[in-house]
């Protein structure tokens, strides 16, 4: 509530105080003057010089500084007694350390006009100087008087003894060093956007005193009702702060580090995390598998989050590895094309007539694409085998993954012939990828075809995992129960015409030479009935026939059998939705020559769409001990690399003696 002025009653008199200039009570060096009488309708404090006429808040803007003080006990004889003293060289600072520096020069003082507006009744502004409860009794010889914690503000360097631009004369006991302090808060008010604390002409007559706890826990009052003040904020703020103190001293700055701790910041400075406001904490949405449920780890802000353009990139290669036992020495060429400037999202690699140790198959692919990457899942089926890796970021986004398989064969114990299928959701976008090795000949046309109808209809997929979609799923095709479908394999369909054909096309250039090769394809003509791959699109093939080479070299098959070459090696995919899949690449690997075919890859970019958190998650699960043996691997190659380095560098030195 607004402070009151209190003037003497009539039933105590009092002795006149002198109102000379410069004279202080010897109690606690306080300014003894006082100021003139500046509203109307205000009693006058007791020494207060007459006055004629009654200046507005306009013409006469005074501090408003009319808090009550501290009932005093002293005689009131003594305090009467004038002396004169010796202004200091420099402001006392008694409790400076105990005091926010900053705070005391940016709180705000109440203008003339907002305390008479406050007197009258009228609501005072935000930000104003208040009293949170009445305050204690005045003493009647004692009016309001300004504290000497004035002289506890640290004093400017290069500042004038000046108010607002106008010279103040406080008397002669005031230093100019207080003068140039209040300069300091009227400048600091200003650049802050708001209006000034202080008026710009102070008279010449000395100020009120006010106690110490009174004038301190008033000025305390307006930095909780002033919200917007800067100090406000900046105490907040330093009371919700988190240290470094916890990360160790060693520990560098975050790159990403905001502001001054300030919690209303994106970023962070004890993470590269993004903070987690407390509110977003404490809602709670009670719309469960929503896809608009703010916070879901499948929702819409997650996904924008990973991936703004919500595509994905994707690398889908087969291969028949002619069941060699021997690996390529390096596998980049195949997972890391040159034309690729960047690693992809997400790799899936199939293998026909694989090698039997499998795991050294698996440990090869974790070791190439290093720890970015983790062994989502694998599955095998006879010869048959499929790697699913991811990225380590993306693996809390997939749900569950399950897989199926197969038998083409008569005999069912043989397992060279076949498909595998894995199936999982990823966000809200369900994948099924199919590798498949079908019947081999150059005319066994039909028996293929019947390949892919039993495929079809034998992958029991999905299991756990809910459909996407179900009304447009259908129960003999399982291809409709996945938004994105990738089929890849040894399909064994073979150029028509016979050897001598196909080889006069290969001498021709290669640009015209492929389009001419297609044409006698038999997947291709196939696929224009209608007969086999319902739906599904092909990449535009601008590589040579993968199959069939002599091992390890680049001519064709030279053998009595002279096997037409062929495009046998293929990847084709199915979109549920119109445009989801844009393949960006579609080649061949020259350079990998262990086995008769040529492995075959495909980049592409897929669309992916927000999901429900009500499906079964895969959890982050990976294969840890995997993923710990390529990297051993990569760490034992790379020294093994650098000491090669360092014995060639110290043999090329020769020493003269």
Known sequence: MPSKSVSPGPSEPAPQQPAAQGHLPPEGRMLGGQLPNTDKGLVPGRGSPPTDSCAGPEQSPVVPLHIPAKTSTEDPQAAAKPFTPKPPARPRLERALSLDEKGWRSRRLR???????SRNGASPSRGSLQDQGPGPPAHPRSPPCLSTSWQEIPTSRGTVGRVGGSPSSWGNGVSGTVGASLDTLHRNGASAGSTPRLASGLPAHLLPALDWNVASNSLRAANKVDADHADFTLRLQTRLLRTHS???????????????????????????LAPIRAKDVRDRSYLQGSLLASGALMGAEELARYFPDRSVALFVATWNMQGQKELPPNLDELLLPPEADYAQDLYVVGVQEGCSDRREWEVRLQETLGPHYVMLHSAAHGALHVSVLIRRDLIWFCSEVESCTVTTRIVSQIKTKGALGVGFTFFGTSFLFITSHFTSGDGKVSERL?????????????????????????SADVTTRFDGVFWFGDFNFR????????EALLKQDPGASVPALLQLDQLTREMKKGTIFKGFREPDIHFLPSYKFDVGRDSYDTSSKQRTPSYTDRVVYRSRH????????????PGVRTSDHRPVYGLFRVRVRPGRDNIPLAAGKFDRELYLIGIRRRISKEIQRQQALKTQHSSAICTVS
């Open 111 to 117: 203008g003339s006009r907002e305390d008479l507006a």
């Open 246 to 272: 916890s990360l160790g001293p060693s520990r560098p700055a975050s790159p990403l580090a905001g502001d001054d701790g300030s919690l209303r910041s994106a970023k962070s400075s004890f993470s590269l």
């Open 450 to 474: 019947l390949d892919y109808s039993r495929t079809v209809q034998g992958l029991a997929l999905p299991k756990n995992v809910p459909d996407t979609c179900p009304y447009r799923s259908d």
């Open 495 to 502: 150029l028509s015409g016979g050897r001598p054909a196909v």
């Open 578 to 589: 119109k445009d989801d899949i844009c393949p960006l690449r579609y080649s061949s690997c």
